[in-house]
């Protein structure tokens, strides 16, 4: 198993079942459906699964959910994101390649946090350069 949704959702599940053995008690499969839904919140590619698990959350039980979940993650997963990059293109010969200061990169980060979201600004900054 190399990643994706099904990967996470395995983890996940494993997770919440330590938890109730640590504590105890079993955590309300509401509050583990609640947790499940709010941990994939940000997931852009899944949108249209986690409406589809919040529309039924009063009839699927938390396992019911999992399993949608992860059996529909297979067909997302298996299409490239829909989302395409654009590339500025300037006439003008490019400057000189330089590393700016972590002050410099600060400023960036929190000005594209603000613009977006920090969860947006992590990502970029995080992902390969073109």
Same mark, same amino acid.
């Given at each position: 198993?190399?990643?994706?949704?099904?990967?996470?959702?395995?983890?996940?599940?494993?997770?919440?079942?330590?938890?109730?053995?640590?504590?105890?008690?079993?955590?309300?499969?509401?509050?583990?459906?609640?947790?499940?839904?709010?941990?994939?919140?940000?997931? =852009?590619?899944?949108?249209?699964?986690?409406?589809?698990?919040?529309?039924? /959350?009063?009839?699927? #039980?938390? %396992?019911?959910?999992? $399993?949608?979940?992860?059996?529909?993650?297979?067909?997302?997963?298996?299409?490239?994101?829909?989302?395409?990059?654009?590339?500025?293109?300037?006439?003008?010969?490019?400057?000189?390649?330089?590393?700016?200061?972590? =002050?410099?990169?600060?400023?960036?980060?929190?000005?594209?946090?603000?613009? /977006?979201?920090?969860? #947006?600004? %992590?990502?970029?900054? $995080?992902?390969?350069?073109?």
């Amino acid at each position: 198993m190399t990643g994706g949704l099904a990967a996470y959702l395995d983890i996940f599940v494993v997770a919440l079942n330590q938890l109730d053995i640590l504590q105890g008690f079993d955590y309300a499969d509401d509050h583990k459906k609640q947790l499940l839904l709010k941990n994939l919140k940000n997931a =852009e590619n899944i949108k249209h699964l986690t409406q589809n698990c919040r529309d039924n /959350s009063t009839t699927w #039980t938390f %396992y019911q959910m999992v $399993s949608y979940l992860r059996e529909n993650s297979k067909t997302v997963e298996a299409f490239p994101s829909s989302k395409k990059r654009v590339m500025a293109t300037i006439a003008e010969e490019p400057e000189a390649k330089r590393e700016c200061t972590m =002050e410099e990169a600060m400023d960036i980060f929190e000005d594209v946090a603000k613009q /977006s979201s920090i969860y #947006t600004a %992590y990502k970029s900054f $995080s992902s390969e350069p073109i």
